[in-house]
């Protein structure tokens, strides 16, 4: 049974830093690439970064480049995002997503709970 389980969300002024983690279980970590997801109020959930299990395969979507760090710990089972400088649209759920395979590129599934990451002032 694939489980994800994310932690780390809360409520930071606008500027301010938060790191999400993900603990994964149920399936071979080191075989398949990881995503963070988010889906703000009315909008559709969109990929904001991901990477294989090579440190040097990633993904950023535009809004988040030079803001948002994707790493992982392979011994741990655990996939990180970092956020700086945070805006009040990074406001959203964030979910932790499995790969198909080892390539991010092929597509995800098997989302976790999510966790709140509220932004304001």
């Known amino acids: 049974q694939v489980q994800l389980v994310e932690s780390g969300g809360g409520l930071v002024h606008p500027g301010g830093s938060l790191t999400l983690s993900c603990t994964a279980s149920?399936?071979?970590?080191?075989?398949?690439?990881m995503g963070w997801y988010r889906q703000a109020p009315g909008k559709e959930r969109e990929l904001v970064a991901a990477?294989?299990?090579?440190?040097?395969?990633?993904f950023y979507a535009d809004s988040v480049k030079g803001r948002f760090t994707i790493s992982r710990d392979n011994a741990k089972k655990m996939v990180y995002l970092q956020m700086i400088t945070l805006k009040p649209e990074d406001t959203a759920v964030y979910y932790c997503?499995?790969?198909?395979?080892?390539?991010?590129?092929?597509?995800?599934?098997?989302w976790g709970q999510g966790t709140q990451v509220n932004v304001s002032s």
């Open positions: 990477m294989g299990y090579f440190n040097d395969r990633k």
């Open positions: 997503s499995k790969g198909l395979t080892t390539d991010y590129l092929r597509g995800f599934h098997f």
């Open positions: 149920g399936f071979g970590f080191s075989d398949y690439a």
